[in-house]
């Protein structure tokens, strides 16, 4: 199975600020997706990012608010820029591999 | 476009009572997988079983079992003799098949499933 490690676990922002979401996976891998929970909420995929191309947004989420990097073929950001309270989810990085999705454990962002 | 449809949003049952959690979905799609995952209370996604739209056999691992019906667009999901332990939310997910394997999912809303002592 794909090990995801995803930093920060958690943190609490001040409005405004911008965080930086890393995801490491210990395989190779064509496509990483990115997903938000909110609160009691269910998982949206933000994007999908392939390694040497911009990402790919899904409706409702911009690359000037979501910015994603995929430098090579094991790792990725996404980036929550000017956040507000409404930012305050878990982020999800996910992978596929050996017929299943892989989802690391998240990072928890709250926002005051 | 695609939906998925739990409209379970929270079930209670005795333990070791069987339970069914139902799944529904719409995709304009040919082709496309089925997910389940479970999230328990400590908040990581777990992956039950993955289905091909091809595959309409139903599977069965323990005490879980799926009942694909595609005449009906519904993935069901069953746990027999239920336990403590079986307590979580659980999603049903659709994704289209990319070529290279599943794409981004699209989740149902999820069912907080309760197993009481």
């Known amino acids: 199975s794909a090990v995801i490690s995803q930093k920060p676990s958690r943190d609490i922002c001040q409005r405004g600020t911008s965080l930086t979401i890393q995801c490491q996976v210990d395989s190779q891998v064509t496509m990483m997706f990115w997903y938000r929970q909110q609160p009691g909420q269910s998982l949206t995929l933000i994007a999908t990012a392939n390694q040497g191309s911009e990402a790919t947004y899904e409706s409702g989420f911009v690359i000037d608010k979501f910015p994603i990097s995929r430098p090579n073929l094991t790792f990725s950001t996404l980036t929550v820029s000017n956040m507000s309270p409404e930012d305050s989810s878990i982020y999800l990085c996910s992978v596929e591999g050996y017929g299943e999705l892989f989802f690391g454990e998240g990072s928890r962002l709250t926002v005051l | ?117």
Do not use: M
Request: aromatic share 14%.
């Open chain 2, 1 to 117: 476009a695609q939906k998925v449809t739990q409209a379970q949003t929270e079930i209670s049952v005795v333990e070791k009572e069987d339970v069914t959690l139902d799944c529904v979905y719409e995709t304009r799609d040919t082709t496309y997988y089925l997910f389940w995952y479970k999230q328990p209370p400590s908040g990581e996604l777990v992956f039950l079983i993955r289905r091909n739209s091809f595959d309409e056999q139903n599977e069965i691992s323990g005490r879980y079992s799926w009942n694909f019906q595609k005449s009906t667009s519904s993935f069901n999901f069953t746990i027999t003799a239920s336990q403590v332990v079986d307590s979580a939310v659980y999603f049903c997910a659709l994704s289209p098949y990319s070529g290279g394997g599943a794409d981004g999912l699209t989740f149902g809303k999820g069912t907080h499933l309760i197993i009481q002592p």
